[in-house]
């Protein structure tokens, strides 16, 4: 039942679009800003203040999505969409080598740092530039989006090239973070790509989410982050690891891609993992959601495997409230409500604004910092947003009021 | 005073033999050997049960040293020399690409899974090699350790070739790491290799270590994990970089080095770093040494900071130790019975042996594993025999009775 929840559902859906709009996004929009020479600082310190001015494209890529997301999304905030174009010119004056491949870092000034390794920085600079074309309508943005999808496509097999260390043959694996990426790729780049592309890539998504990397076998049925070639489990520290945070994303992607064709069955899987993961990622002692868990129980190689990182409690979150959304199961509800809680009483600075990213196993502040290599203006606001809109639409599904 | 501190070195003296003898090594020889496909196992969970196979060249290579030291200097066991020439074997046989370049990780059967991307698994080879031939006379391992040498240092100014991900020339930074571990390497193959390459190697060694990598304005003075090309300070996240432990084992090789040249102003430079390294790195409020830590105390991005760690407690005491027993400094005592039982207390598992390698903040077992892919028949092995050897010299130096 959706309506005795009504109640909760506003004051949640008024908590999570106030931390959007009056937390988060204003401390990136005040904070980031590189005036000097565009682009974003991400290695901020618990007040905000910049303690390392390196630029990681990840985090360069996904604050322009957000912010032309948001703006698209919620209020066209003339503040948001400038702040998103500087972000993508400096990305065009310096994010890719001469071969369209984009950077993995650049220092302040835009000079590369790191080598275009890392296939992820092209996936979030289709996304970012994908998104921009939406408000911007520039051909340019358009064409950056369409080519590095491309580009995906034809890296897709080996996509470090010569920085890979894997010797070929040994012992071939394949990884679920790419297939899974693309799946949430394709809705992203929808309106620019052509229908067949999107059509094959989200069945090709689907089937290597539930049907290679979901092992029912293993644990009671979960995701693994890798498999061998063949997608048969490897008893080996590759094959064995588990994120848990990882396969609630996914689930929320396949739940997105889902109800886009109607699907209930594949609804009705994707709730069924998120549960069956919630309930094996949950530490008893401690509450919160593991970093990282081994298949067979085996001591782990992730030195960081019992910390509480803020993006899998996001995902988890997001998770939850669109699996209550599509079915009105009360399991997923009771669950978005206790990550709720652990969320809200454990990552937000009620002093300096934003969330915290790493907690250790007992919830205490491990790293101080609001953002730096990995966390920036990403996580936090996409999933306040996917959070409070789909609480919206859930208060509307139930015929009452709006919020 | 030495004298008022013959009862306790007595006693940790014997202490320390018997955790080597009695519980470490006997854990290794028992349960590492694999009796199939030659080599070692490593990743032996806390009974020591093999739970994954792979064979990592550094954890491979560390233990043929480990054994072949111990077989000369303590007893000529020839359980350990077996062990060890089977170990090699299994090296020579697997060990090296087309190049002679010394793969970083094996399949159980020995096939290779990753490339030689990684110089330390050559340096390691070659000490493993070096101190074997010192028991076999064989002239075979004699030219594997000075061939290996020679490719290491002919690779030394790009170490990763193209697997390095750095994009040449926007910041060129040089690592402490090999300097340091080239430092030690020359002493273990001294009577292999020609003089003027031992003497070359020490004194740039010595050089790197103490002028380019010390930094006397950085925290009081410390010894920098990466520094810019031109040697100085570098205010990102590689150059802000500090590890306590990695510190402190170049502190007790630089004490070697000094010893050998009765260098006695070294001696002392190379004391008083260590002595202000565990200031610095000694966790106020729950013992032990931190694992890493920012030189400007920015946040860091190792999530493992505050983890406590076998080896660098293990490093920490031997520096300690040897300080001690150099200079008869009672800071440098207080510092060894005080890491003493911060060690003693957390580390050892009294149920079945070995020690533990990874604690958390609070001194809590994180991983209970007795190795893996980073922890194998080496650091503890290496740890107690330096400590148990130099407790035995102090009291000789003394002129009591012989342990």
Request: one cysteine or more.
């Amino acid at each position: 039942m959706i309506s005795d929840k009504i109640p909760l559902i506003k004051e949640f859906s008024k908590l999570y679009r106030n931390q959007l709009l009056e937390d988060v996004l204003p401390f990136w929009v005040k904070h980031s800003p590189d005036q000097k020479y565009g682009g974003y600082f991400t290695s901020l310190d618990r007040k905000g203040q910049v303690y390392d001015t390196d630029k990681f494209v990840w985090l360069q890529c996904r604050q322009v999505w957000t912010l032309a997301r948001l703006y698209q999304d919620i209020k066209a905030d003339p503040e948001w969409a400038d702040l998103a174009i500087q972000g993508a010119e400096f990305l065009q004056n310096h994010g890719r080598d001469a071969e369209g491949r984009w950077y993995f870092a650049l220092d302040r000034s835009g000079q590369p740092l790191i080598q275009p390794y890392n296939i992820f920085s092209d996936c979030f600079a289709a996304m970012a530039f994908g998104q921009l074309y939406q408000i911007t309508r520039d051909e340019t943005h358009k064409r950056i989006a369409v080519d590095t999808f491309h580009q995906i496509l034809s890296r897709r097999d080996n996509p470090k090239g010569h920085y890979s260390k894997v010797y070929p043959g040994t012992r071939p694996m394949k990884s679920f973070a790419l297939p899974m990426i693309l799946c949430n790729l394709v809705l992203e780049l929808e309106s620019v790509l052509d229908s067949d592309t999107v059509e094959a890539t989200i069945r090709d998504g689907i089937h290597q989410v539930m049907e290679v990397f979901y092992q029912p076998e293993i644990l009671g049925g979960v995701i693994l982050e890798n498999v061998s070639a063949d997608g048969k489990f490897s008893n080996t520290y590759e094959g064995r690891l588990i994120n848990p945070g990882h396969i609630l994303e996914a689930m929320w992607f396949v739940m997105d891609l889902a109800k886009r064709q109607n699907d209930t069955s594949l609804i009705g899987q994707a709730e069924a993992i998120s549960l069956h993961i919630l309930e094996l990622g949950w530490d008893q002692e401690f509450g919160g959601i593991y970093y990282f868990m081994d298949a067979l129980g085996h001591p782990l190689q992730q030195l960081e495997w019992d910390q509480k990182l803020w993006w899998v409690h996001l995902e988890a979150m997001v998770a939850a409230i669109k699996g209550f959304n599509l079915t009105g199961n009360q399991k997923m509800w009771e669950w978005f409500v206790k990550l709720h809680h652990y969320a809200q009483n454990h990552f937000p600075d009620p002093e300096f604004g934003e969330w915290y990213g790493y907690l250790n196993r007992r919830g205490e502040v491990l790293i101080p910092a609001k953002g730096g290599k990995w966390k920036g203006c990403f996580h936090v606001p996409r999933g306040l947003y996917q959070i409070w809109s789909t609480l919206v639409a859930t208060n509307e599904k139930s015929g009452t009021s709006k919020l």
